[in-house]
């Protein structure tokens, strides 16, 4: 008998790509979306579609659970700095997940799995919103009494994709040196093991691109594909520093997402190496 899986974050570059892959292997979806508009849009790509906002409890049913056998939640608010948005990463990333979570604790009895896109060494960030927001589900998701996978990139290749309109304008900088490392990977392969972990028995899977590359050397990748090879800036620690309590006051949304882009510069971040697709083909592509 076809399983149903409910997709929270269908909208998104990786929800998307979960919606491919659970379409490739003849999975029955259900996806949510906040707007009709979003819907329409969905539509051609799943079984069913739920209008609803998950950040907000009164538009959540027990019908949105009926018949569901797995929950697959990408659902977080995006980093992209064009998106004007003013919830914070603890209204989505946190509680819209957690509304959710309850939803299944007394209407889901049936669910088997509940698989959590996080963020790779977010335990590391305690004091930064963006990872304490997954930490945060993350451990509640654990005390639900749900079976749960938890999937933990460093980033995506599609998080890059939003340094092109700054990269054309000639806008790109470094924030301080740029020579800590991550290993980014292709949404596609994140949303694989997402599909895979419906069925297997594993409590998290870390797993980041077969590259890792310098914050630096990102930065020029997307220059390059955007056809600028000018010297990237690099803007001093001190000088972010001095601008970040101010941005606080006037948009915690925007300081959040700042904060978050400052921190990842300062540590390494390397995932096991177990994606295969490269950011220079991706970027390439998608040019």
């Known amino acids: 008998m076809m399983k149903t899986v409910l997709v929270l974050g269908s909208t998104g570059s990786l929800g998307s790509s979960v919606l491919e ?14 707007t009709e508009r979003k819907a329409e849009q969905l539509r051609p790509w799943v079984n069913e579609v739920v209008v609803c906002d998950p950040t907000d409890p009164e538009t959540l049913t027990p019908a949105l659970l009926e018949g569901v056998d797995y929950i697959i939640s990408a659902l977080g608010k995006s980093l992209s700095l064009s998106d004007q948005s003013r919830t914070s990463f603890h209204d989505v990333d946190f509680q819209g997940n957690l509304n959710v979570l309850k939803l299944a604790q007394e209407h889901g009895p049936q669910v088997k799995k509940f698989v959590y896109v996080a963020a790779f060494s977010g335990e590391n960030h305690p004091d930064v919103a963006y990872f304490k927001a997954h930490e945060d589900f993350t451990k509640a998701l654990r005390k639900s009494g749900i079976p749960s996978s938890i999937i933990k990139p460093p980033a995506l290749f599609s998080a890059f994709l939003n340094l092109l309109p700054l990269a054309r304008k000639g806008h790109l900088a470094s924030i301080g040196p740029g020579d800590a490392i991550t290993n980014p990977i292709h949404e596609h392969e994140v949303a694989e093991a997402c599909v895979q972990a419906l069925t297997l028995p594993v409590a998290t899977i870390e797993l980041g691109g077969p590259v890792a590359y310098s914050r630096l050397q990102l ?13 990237i800036p690099k803007v001093p620690y001190w000088v972010v520093d001095t601008f970040l309590p101010m941005v606080r006051l006037v948009n915690r949304s925007l300081y959040e997402k700042a904060a978050f882009f400052v921190e990842v510069t300062k540590r390494d971040c390397v995932a096991p190496f177990r994606g295969k697709l490269t950011l220079e083909d991706y970027l390439a592509e998608h040019v």
């Open 21 to 34: 892959v659970l379409k490739q292997q003849s999975y029955k979806i259900r996806a949510t979306a906040r």
């Open 219 to 231: 930065v020029e990748l997307v220059g390059k594909a955007a056809g600028k090879t000018n010297p």
